[in-house]
């Protein structure tokens, strides 16, 4: 059930980007409105989903207890937590390279015999992954010691990709 709420609060956002963009491309002003008015609702939906989200977790004391334990994490906020609560139920229970190939994060090396390509991630699970990466690009910002693993790197003129991943 919270992975039907967490699903259905993503693509409503989706769908509120969708309907924004199109609005800024309009030219005629009623149509302008009735799209304003159409990113209003789904703005509204929003809030709604996120307040059942919130009525589920608090509801039941296992999902109320992770949740407080994630969120005491600097960065993680309600959504990333729903998020991992929903579609990474294995948070805890395997090792950290495990969860981060699960995701999606774990660095693969493309080698073959004497051919040597760069590390890559690919696969795991997008919407962990995705939620993850805007959690990271905002806590790479507020959070002191994320800003500053984050400035190491790039003196050390990491790729910012590389940077956010790690």
Same mark, same amino acid.
């Given at each position: 059930? !919270?992975?039907?709420?967490?699903? $259905?609060? +993503?693509?409503? @956002?989706?769908?509120?980007? +969708?309907?924004?963009?199109?609005?800024a491309q309009v030219r005629d002003p009623m149509l302008r409105r009735m799209a304003q008015r159409r990113v209003n609702r789904l703005r509204a939906d929003?809030? !709604?989903?996120? /307040? +059942? &989200?919130?009525g589920a977790v608090a509801a039941d004391p296992e999902l109320a207890d992770r949740d407080r334990r994630l969120r005491s994490v600097p960065g993680v906020?309600?959504?990333?937590?729903? %998020? !991992?609560?929903?579609?990474?139920?294995?948070?805890?229970?395997? *090792?950290? /390279?495990?969860?981060?190939?699960?995701?999606?994060? $774990? =660095?693969?090396?493309?080698?073959?015999? %004497?051919? /040597?390509?760069?590390? &890559?991630?690919?696969?795991?699970?997008?919407?962990?992954?995705?939620?993850?990466?805007?959690?990271?690009? *905002?806590?790479?910002? @507020?959070?002191?010691? !994320? $800003?500053?693993?984050?400035?190491?790197? $790039?003196?050390?003129?990491? =790729?910012?990709?590389?940077?956010?991943?790690?």
């Open positions: 059930a !919270l992975a039907e709420l967490v699903d $259905a609060r +993503r693509a409503l @956002c989706e769908e509120q980007v +969708r309907v924004g963009n199109q609005a929003v809030v !709604l989903l996120e /307040k +059942r &989200l919130a906020g309600p959504v990333l937590s729903w %998020t !991992l609560m929903a579609h990474l139920p294995e948070l805890g229970r395997l *090792s950290h /390279k495990q969860i981060a190939a699960l995701v999606g994060v $774990a =660095p693969y090396d493309r080698q073959s015999g %004497t051919q /040597k390509g760069r590390s &890559l991630i690919r696969g795991g699970r997008a919407v962990v992954r995705n939620v993850a990466y805007m959690a990271v690009l *905002s806590a790479a910002r @507020c959070n002191p010691v !994320l $800003a500053a693993r984050k400035q190491r790197l $790039a003196e050390r003129r990491k =790729p910012a990709k590389v940077i956010l991943v790690a």
